[in-house]
């Protein structure tokens, strides 16, 4: 599974999403369609657990240069979340607070869609966000006014 999503992500970021048309551009452009319509085929029948595999090659691309291999990404991702959400949202919540705006984007994006199409997953996304921000916050606080005793000596 890992190197065929590669050789899909990679194919699609070689293929210009507009631009000037030229025969070679409307051939690569007909190879990543038929190559989307497979890997949407493959969604619907292969089981989940074989993309979790492959979920943190899944994110690393989730700014993917090409729009239709991106929707195609988010539908493999927003899958995932909907059969295996306490295993990926780990990471898509470590993600959303990329310091990358685009990334932050793109996941915010796909986490908006997961609650409206998940709503049972909603609260847990919000837990996971707020609860991911808290060992930032406690590592930069003033230790020096946290009431640490030395044990007693008896």
């Known amino acids: 599974m890992p190197r065929m999503l590669t050789l899909w992500?990679?194919?699609?970021?070689n293929v210009p999403d507009g631009g000037k048309k030229t025969q070679e551009k409307a051939a690569l452009k007909t190879m990543l369609t038929t190559l989307n319509e497979?890997?949407?085929?493959?969604?619907?029948r292969l089981p989940p657990y074989q993309f979790l595999i492959a979920f943190s090659q899944l994110i690393s691309r989730i700014c993917h240069?090409?729009?239709d291999v991106f929707a195609q990404l988010e539908v493999i991702i927003l899958n995932l979340l909907e059969h295996y959400p306490q295993q990926s949202l780990w990471m898509m919540v470590a993600v959303s607070k990329s310091t990358?705006?685009?990334?932050q984007s793109r996941c915010k994006?796909?986490?908006?869609?997961a609650k409206k199409k998940?709503?049972?997953i909603g609260n847990l996304i919000d837990q996971l966000q707020l609860y991911h921000g808290t060992p930032t916050v406690i590592s930069y606080s003033d230790v020096a006014n946290w009431a640490w005793q030395q044990p007693t000596q008896p």
């Open 38 to 44: 497979l890997m949407s085929q493959m969604v619907d």
């Open 65 to 67: 240069p090409n729009s």
């Open 9 to 13: 992500l990679d194919y699609g970021s």
């Open 118 to 120: 998940l709503p049972h």
């Open 100 to 103: 990358h705006p685009d990334r």
């Open 109 to 113: 994006r796909i986490l908006d869609k």
